[in-house]
């Protein structure tokens, strides 16, 4: 029998553990799998589009690789935070973080209370798998990543940045649109930062797949290693300076693992740090930033054994690591302000490459999604959106959105203030257990909160159906 919509949205608050993998034999095995992927490439007739792979990957420090301990509610909102500028649908009035509410009877817990799909989790159809494993693979992969960068940086804060909308200001190939081209690049850009200091900024890949590996199957073979393999080449295609100083972390989310759903995850090290910024004044973030047209083609120099050859790659040269820290900065606050439905007050931190014309044009009837909802966490004032659908038949909301005060600040285009604000209240927000009337809540540091429930009026008919 179905669980009933409370069932499901309790469950979504139910603390899981979540495997992850970082070890010298998942290096090796990507190697393999590295050498297999050339063997194939060797017997095309064009090697066109891949380049070197990233040097230096090891495994995770012992703290960061230990399991990790999140409620699905809390992936589910990774999820929403990643995708809140996605381009692919243009589906800004259908708020497109929306789409990870598909995925709420998509976990469950073994009997060591560790999350596995649901029989319905694994059985998606066709093409839906892929865009299961492509979209859950970016979930859990980003939970992981920012994990290990709050270990590295506790008295730091974590931004997700989007690397498309990233690198659309300085390599955007055409007007107004913006586009990159079919060029290879890494996922998502994590920002780690405080107030007064210059920010690091780690490279990211995620992938996922629902492999059932064998005994059998050997490492050429195995998809993870494959991705990861794959997901080296995409990393070492971003740059900030020149040299091997940039960081970077690679996942790839295995969901039919035998000890249940596990991360498998390499990454490189490094020291480059951008310029602090000033609190106002033209070279702060809180004013609009130009675009830039940066060198591609050839633009790293990489040592080889038949000397130094010059690759494409995606190059942000040291004098410009000002600029990008500020486009860093205001990609970030239009996520923020996307998640809680900001409407047009998004559009003001774009620029035309990135999307910017496509938030500030008032949407379509019947698919606005601005700021219109208001709820109260705790003693915590929040502003945002909400959807509501229905789970077996039981009418269920959920809210997106932001701590009304740090709402405000963006609105009016204050990045720096904001940021000044959201570090000091970074301890401060309610937990999930202090909620009432919520079947499951997610709070982060930066003062964002996602949460769902049963709608009250929908319970006597969740029991008329149930009975």
């Not at 035998?258 to 020291?271: E, S």
């Not at 049963?454 to 029991?463: H, K, M, Q, Y």
Request: glycine share 10%; hydrophobic share 35%; aromatic share 8%.
């Amino acid at each position: 029998m179905d669980s009933t919509a409370s069932d499901v949205v309790r469950r979504l608050g139910d603390l899981l553990a979540v495997q992850v993998n970082s070890s010298p034999e998942l290096f090796a095995g990507m190697e393999k799998a590295a050498a297999a992927v050339d063997r194939e490439r060797a017997k095309k007739t064009t090697n066109e589009g891949h380049g070197p792979r990233k040097p230096g990957l090891r495994q995770l420090p012992r703290a960061e690789r230990a399991p990790l301990r999140m409620t699905p509610w809390d992936l589910i909102s990774t999820f929403a935070r990643a995708t809140t500028l996605a381009r692919q649908g243009r589906g800004r009035g259908l708020a497109e973080h929306w789409q990870g509410l598909k995925y709420c009877r998509a976990f469950t817990a073994d009997r060591h209370g560790s999350l596995r799909l649901t029989d319905e989790g694994k059985a998606p159809e066709l093409s839906y798998r892929a865009m299961q494993a492509r979209e859950l693979g970016r979930a859990f992969g980003l939970a992981v990543a920012e994990r290990a960068l709050r270990e590295r940086y506790p008295d730091h804060l974590i931004s997700l940045v989007d690397a498309e909308t990233a690198l659309l200001p300085g390599f955007a190939r055409t007007k107004p649109a913006g586009t990159l081209g079919a060029r290879p690049r890494p996922d998502f850009l994590l920002e780690a930062w405080r107030p007064g200091e210059g920010s690091r900024i780690f490279v990211v890949t995620v992938n996922g797949n629902h492999q059932a590996v064998k005994p059998k199957t050997s490492a050429s073979a195995r998809t993870t290693y494959r991705q990861l393999a794959r997901g080296s080449e995409r990393v070492e295609r971003l740059h900030l300076g020149q040299g091997n100083e940039t960081p970077t972390i690679m996942t790839s989310t295995e969901f039919l693992a035998t000890a249940g759903v596990t991360v498998h995850v390499l990454h490189t090290t490094g020291g480059v740090e951008l310029p602090v910024r000033p609190t106002s004044g033209p070279e702060s973030a809180d004013v609009a930033i130009g675009r830039r047209a940066l060198r591609y083609a050839d633009s790293v120099a990489i040592p080889t054994k038949r000397g130094v050859e010059r690759h494409n790659a995606f190059l942000i040269p040291e004098e410009q690591f000002s600029w990008f820290g500020r486009v860093i900065a205001r990609a970030h606050a239009a996520g923020q302000l996307s998640l809680a439905g900001g409407g047009g007050t998004v559009g003001r931190y774009l620029i035309d490459e990135q999307g910017g014309k496509h938030f500030s044009e008032t949407a379509f009837a019947g698919t606005a999604s601005v700021h219109d909802a208001k709820t109260c966490f705790g003693e915590e004032q929040y502003v945002g959106t909400d959807q509501v659908f229905r789970i077996n038949g039981t009418r269920v909301e959920a809210f997106s959105g932001i701590a009304t005060e740090l709402y405000d600040l963006l609105a009016e285009g204050k990045v720096e203030e904001y940021r000044q604000r959201v570090y000091e209240r970074r301890k401060d927000w309610p937990e999930p257990d202090d909620i009432d009337g919520w079947g499951a809540s997610s709070f982060r540091p930066d003062g964002t909160a996602l949460a769902i429930r049963v709608l009250p009026n929908s319970a006597s008919s969740e029991n008329l159906s149930s009975g």
